[in-house]
């Protein structure tokens, strides 16, 4: 799963991140220093330009951002992605037919069999940096693992089928 981000500092406003969709399409988010958000649809035939603005308060923000599974650990890593060629971070659904899901982190011997780390699990509105092998998994859990792709594959499929 690779997506494209893109960062433009905005002098005296503050910061845009640019999502990138596969059809073309951008998508902005505005972060004033003030702590204003806003929601920005850019047009298709201009990049530079809007199309629609919307404006967050803090609880649509947060709102948004847990549907959409976002996490601060994640654009912590997106930096991290950069700077480490062929290294990604993906995040992995615990689901219920997981034969993880009830059980702990270390049962999965994650690192040992797919030489990848997971660096996090967002269980609904929080987030559990650096798990230990004694975290609890539960169905629904996001895992947010860093490793190479054959490597974020593997680990995948383990939790999916052990």
Not at 12 to 29: A, F, Y
Not at 62 to 82: E, K
């Amino acid at each position: 799963m690779s997506v494209r981000v893109e960062k433009v500092d905005l002098p005296g406003i503050g910061t845009r991140h640019d999502v990138i969709t596969k059809t073309g399409r951008r998508i902005g988010i505005v972060s004033h220093r003030t702590g204003e958000r806003q929601l920005a649809l850019f047009d298709e035939d201009d990049p530079d330009a809007s199309s629609d603005v919307i404006e967050l308060t803090d609880d649509e923000a947060t709102a948004l951002a847990d549907v959409l599974g976002a996490s601060l650990v994640m654009g912590q890593l997106a930096g991290i992605r950069d700077q480490a060629a062929g290294l990604f971070t993906e995040q992995l659904l615990i689901s219920a037919g997981s034969p993880y899901a009830g059980g702990v982190l270390g049962d999965t011997k994650a690192r040992t069999r797919t030489s990848t780390s997971i660096v996090a699990i967002v269980r609904g509105p929080d987030v559990i940096p650096s798990p230990t092998p004694s975290t609890p998994l539960e169905a629904g859990d996001t895992i947010i693992a860093v490793g190479t792709r054959p490597g974020l594959d593997a680990l995948a499929r383990l939790l999916t089928n052990g």
